[in-house]
Each structure stands twice: as structure tokens, then as C-alpha cells.
Nanobody, 124 residues
Framework: QVQLAESGGGSVQAGGSLRLSCLAT????????MGWFRQAPGKEREKVAT????????FYADSVKGRFTVSRDFAKDTMYLQMNSLKPEDTAVYYC?????????????????WGRGTQVTVSP
């Protein structure tokens, strides 16, 4: 019911910035939460930043607080992740995810809808 397509990944040096985008295509009138997860080789999947059906109270992992900002353009059905002060440990495949309402940013742990992912590589 929700298809997701990420863009904006790439390679950058430590301290640099990248912005990821995710376009959502849906055939439902239901609202939905959206979020970013990431997975690095040999590591568990990590919830990075998520947003509820409105623009308030997004969730951020402690590892990215103060450096990453998640936002949504509801008119364009697009979510963004602005990543600043990138570190080598941010290297991972970043996935856009979605969960239909009822949902919440903090409880969005196993969203049913996933994009294909986009690689982010941060070199020292």
C-alpha cells in the first residue's frame, strides 16, 4: 500500500553533509508515519529518525541527535534526512520506511514498508 524510493546517498569525508530524500507513493487515504533506519555490515539494524503523521516530536537515535534532522513535506509525500557532521560510523545502507496510522514515531520499531535503501559512506 505504500511504495518508497530513496535518493541522495553517496560518499563524503568525515565532517561533511548529505541529504537523503524518500518519495512515498500510496493507494490509501490513511495517514502514515515515516522513518529512516540504517544497517552497517556486521551490525544490527538501527532506527535513526522517525516522524509521526504530523510534524511534531520526531524520534532520533542518541547516536545522531544534534547532527541529523528529519523532516517531511506532506504536500509532496516526501521525507528528508539532513545529515551533518558525518562520522565514519554513520556508514551504512539507509532505508526509508513507513507504517500506516495508527502509529507513532517512538513506537515505530518494525515498519512494514521499506525502500530498497541507499548507501552512505563516510571516509575518515
Amino acid at each position: 500500500q505504500v511504495q518508497l524510493a530513496e535518493s541522495g546517498g553517496g560518499s563524503v569525508q568525515a565532517g561533511g553533509s548529505l541529504r537523503l530524500s524518500c518519495l512515498a507513493t500510496t493507494n490509501t487515504r490513511r495517514s502514515y508515519c515515516m522513518g529512516w533506519f540504517r544497517q552497517a555490515p556486521g551490525k544490527e539494524r538501527e532506527k535513526v529518525a522517525t516522524m509521526s503523521t504530523g510534524p511534531v516530536n520526531p524520534f532520533y537515535a542518541d547516536s545522531v541527535k544534534g547532527r541529523f534532522t528529519v523532516s517531511r513535506d506532506f504536500a509532496k509525500d516526501t521525507m528528508y534526512l539532513q545529515m551533518n557532521s558525518l562520522k565514519p560510523e554513520d556508514t551504512a545502507v539507509y532505508y526509508c520506511t513507513a507504517e500506516l496510522f495508527p502509529c507513532s514515531a517512538r513506537q515505530m520499531d518494525s515498519p512494514p514498508y521499506w525502500g530498497r535503501g541507499t548507501q552512505v559512506t563516510v571516509s575518515p
